[in-house]
């Protein structure tokens, strides 16, 4: 293992945001991981992991060490999956169904690396991840206490974990439960419907070649178009003041949640006409309204500026505030 000085992280995010690393490397090993967080004890340096950067905004440079973690590694015991933190999540997903393990189908395309998966609780298509959740191990980085996490322990909500609101753990290996009987989640339209024209029977393998055909129809692959997919939250309200807004807007897209009603961030910023609109070399994509698209060398202040004008018309004409589902480096920095 190698540590290096003054990094680059431009081509180490899907966003392709300019932004430098004081110190950095990359681990295969847990024991190179922990070499890695006791070279930053040692030198008294913060700790940010990274996985494939699909999922983050770096809007500025990063102090200390940033930790690439690629360990790789897949084992079965009956219909438990084990999987290292560096594996590819959609490699994971294809293997898993291909080999009749299915839970994991409506999760396919999803960018980023096993690891990551958690710390956003990752979900689409009626499915998270913590439905299909054991249990993970983690590395506590200021200490080097190793621990594994039961799922209770993780505080898993919408797109949320223990480990988005605390950076000093860095996932290793995660657990699921799958099974060899698809128990097929179909409540999204958008899948009957390719079921329906391309005639195929519900199945596991049907339902994710349905969602990898919807999410790369909506989704630009990130490996050729900079982006982070999703960049706001879909906003959760409570009955009441969803009825309310859907009162004012009587094709607001909506869906059943425990504890009141899901709202199409997307649908939103479509209404305020956003699709296409631009700051300088981003600009909110024409195909899919929660996507931003970086053209090519686009800065965190066009971003930031693009940000804050989705944010302020929805804000304004509809009255919720939309949070940014990605997470933002460093930890603490919020976009003006």
């Known amino acids: 293992m190698k540590i290096h000085q003054n990094v680059s992280l431009a081509d180490k995010n899907t966003l392709c945001l300019d932004a430098r690393a004081e110190w950095y490397c990359e681990v295969f090993t847990v024991d190179a991981l922990l070499e890695a967080a006791e070279f930053a004890l040692n030198h008294k340096l913060k700790v940010t992991s990274l996985g494939e950067g699909s999922n983050i905004v770096l809007a500025a440079n990063l102090a200390g060490l940033v930790i690439k973690n690629r360990i790789p590694g897949v084992t079965c015991d009956a219909e438990v999956v084990h999987a290292a933190g560096g594996e590819n999540w959609h490699r994971l997903v294809r293997s898993t169904v291909g080999s009749g393990l299915f839970g994991l189908e409506n999760l ?3 960018p980023g690396t096993v690891g990551a998966a958690p710390v956003q609780n990752i979900g689409a298509y009626g499915v998270e991840l913590s439905d299909r959740f054991i249990s993970l191990k983690a590395i506590h980085l200021p200490t080097l206490e190793q621990k594994t996490f039961a799922k209770a322990e993780c505080e898993f909500a919408y797109r949320d974990s223990l480990f988005k609101k605390n950076d000093e753990w860095l996932i290793t290996e995660v657990s699921l439960a799958l099974s060899k009987i698809s128990e097929c989640v179909t409540t999204y339209p958008g899948i009957v419907a390719y079921l329906k024209e391309h005639r195929l029977d519900i199945s596991g393998e049907s339902i994710a070649e349905a969602v990898s055909h919807i999410r790369a129809e909506k989704l630009p692959d990130p490996s050729r178009v900079p982006n ?20 004012a807007f009587p094709d607001l897209v909506q869906f059943d949640v425990t504890g009141g009603k ?5 649908w939103l910023i479509d209404q305020m006409g956003l699709k ?8 909110v994509s024409d195909k899919h309204a929660l996507v931003i698209i970086n053209e090519g060398g686009g800065t965190q202040l066009e971003l930031f500026e693009l940000v804050r004008v989705v944010k302020q018309k929805v804000k304004h004409t509809v009255g919720i505030d939309l949070e940014i589902e990605p997470r933002i480096y460093p930890d603490g920095f919020e976009i003006p």
């Open 276 to 283: 296409g609109y631009r700051v300088g070399r981003f600009v």
């Open 108 to 110: 396919a395309l999803i």
């Open 262 to 266: 899901k709202l199409s961030a997307a």
């Open 228 to 247: 982070v997919g999703s960049f706001f939250k879909n906003p959760v309200l409570e009955a009441e003041r969803a009825e309310a807004v859907a009162k």
